[in-house]
């Protein structure tokens, strides 16, 4: 198994979960998860619909997304010690890493919601959004890397200092959030009734097709065996496919798809 450089080197079977980290992103993401389930239950009421609720139900679904990038693109999440979720693919998934999805995807969908409703975007929103995500996603990762939450391992693309993220990640995270949010924009006044149920699974669908669907230049070179400025060529491919896929959607997100309310 490769070796995890941030980590000193050592197997990643080998690395141990850091248990006071792990209950503190246990409690503040119960937390933070809770608060969204109040303001989701909120919208319910004052919009008469379920939607809000069933948008945050998609965002705790998307940790479906974890096993696969983490094979892919060579992120690890120490077991020894883990109060593990489920196992997929040889990775066992923390729980906390499932309440921090709730919290990522879904205080987008929760507090974009209005907006989404009113067909009230812009493309400039859409952008800022994703630029703002991307610096926010960097600086929210320092922590958890410094302390051992989880790590990443070579070979990676882009990465220029190796106690932060990695700058495909950074990105691809980011866009893996505009996607989904772009099929909930597209999928939100059609389906209604019993389909809205449906609106669960497009958080995970659209995660997944964000990151692999841009990601997939650089997760083809980190698993073959290739130079390594093959893999960071295959990083800046995917660099680039992130931002036209960030303007498709931003030009989808600013469409009025229904009457003005």
Not at 18 to 36: H, K
Not at 152 to 159: G, T, V
Request: some cysteine; overall charge positive; glycine content about 8%.
């Amino acid at each position: 198994m490769a070796s995890v450089q941030a980590a000193g080197a050592t197997l990643p079977d080998t690395l141990v979960m850091p248990a006071l980290p792990q209950t503190i992103a246990l409690v503040v993401g119960a937390v933070a998860t809770a608060v969204l389930l109040i303001i989701a239950c909120r919208q319910c009421r004052r919009y008469r619909t379920p939607v809000p609720l069933l948008l945050l139900i998609s965002a705790a679904c998307t940790v479906a997304l974890e096993p696969i990038v983490g094979v892919l693109g060579h992120g690890f999440h120490p077991a020894i010690g883990q109060i593990a979720l489920f196992t997929c693919l040889g990775r066992a998934i923390p729980l906390h890493i499932a309440l921090i999805y709730t919290v990522y995807y879904g205080s987008f969908y929760i507090l974009l919601y209005p907006s989404l409703r009113a067909d009230a975007f812009t493309r400039g929103l859409a952008w800022k959004l994703f630029w703002v995500t991307v610096v926010a996603a960097f600086v929210f990762e320092i922590p958890p890397l410094q302390v051992g939450l989880w790590v990443y391992y070579e070979p990676q693309a882009l990465w220029v200092w190796r106690g932060g993220m990695p700058i495909f990640w950074v990105v691809a995270n980011a866009v893996s959030l505009l996607v989904p949010l772009t099929l909930i924009k597209a999928f939100l006044h059609i389906w209604t009734g019993w389909r809205q149920w449906l609106l669960v699974s497009l958080s995970p669908m659209g995660a997944i097709m964000g990151h692999v669907g841009t990601g997939f230049p650089f997760y083809i070179a980190a698993n073959s065996p290739v130079p390594q400025w093959v893999v960071d060529a295959g990083g800046v491919a995917s660099f680039g496919l992130a931002l036209l896929v960030v303007s498709v959607c931003a030009q989808v997100l600013a469409q009025r798809l229904t009457p003005p309310r």
